[in-house]
């Protein structure tokens, strides 16, 4: 049984992950700064803050205890920022993103990597998202540069781990996804307006999820990448968008 490890899995796309590797027959390990208690014996719920390198350390040595080994890590945690220009952004505010996914996930990326070396077998994954392809907008400056970050962090680890080795580090990209950190923070003219490229973009957890956990329990070599939105997707999607009718906020 394959056991996985979900950080940031008690709401939206880690919450769907963790529900879709279950439903796959894996045993699942989540954390969140609230997580509530599992009700099933293959999961696993942690509470714990992925800045805290000493919390990380826990969850790995929790899922161990529970289930004698990690398979497989997902970095997913994040957060974002009200959109505003940086110079309008509240510090404790750009602390906080840097903190959660740039900060916390390279601690983490140390604890897990070595924990896996150590035990002879792994794979680590770290989420993408707006900014790791070099996409920029306004009000998103402070998120789309550690999501830059954590690309380039994963291509270097990759390097750092080398091609024959047992352990491998990859990118997940889900795409544009209905949560509430996509919609975070808009006025309602503006989601009104941005609502028609999220029908055409995006898609809901329960879509996304499931297809990345398949991918995610296939694997990929080292330094590898599964994403749901590829650039000729979205270009397909936009050419037949006069003909689709989607509604995500219905």
Partial sequence: MTVVVVTGGTRGIGAGLVRSFADRGCSVVYCGRS???ASDERLLAVQ???VDRADVRRVWDEAVAAFGRVDIWINNAGVTTARR???DLPPDQLDTVVDVNLRGLAHACAVVLGAMRAQ????LWNMEG??????????LAGYGMTKRAVTYLTDALAKELGKDSPVTVAHLSPGMVVTDLLS?????DELARVKKVFN??????????PWL?????????NGGRVAWLTTPKAFGRFATAPFRKRDLFA
Wanted: no cysteine; aromatic share 6%; hydrophobic share 40%.
């Fill in 213 to 221: 956990a398949e991918r995610v329990l296939a694997g990929v070599p």
């Fill in 48 to 50: 714990a803050d992925v």
């Fill in 130 to 139: 707006f900014g790791s392809g070099n996409q920029k907008a306004p009000g």
């Fill in 85 to 87: 220009p940086l110079w």
């Fill in 184 to 188: 975070h923070d808009y006025s309602p």
């Fill in 35 to 37: 997580a509530a208690p």
């Fill in 120 to 123: 002879g077998h792994g794979a």
């Fill in 200 to 209: 055409i973009l995006a898609d809901t957890v329960e879509t996304v999820t």
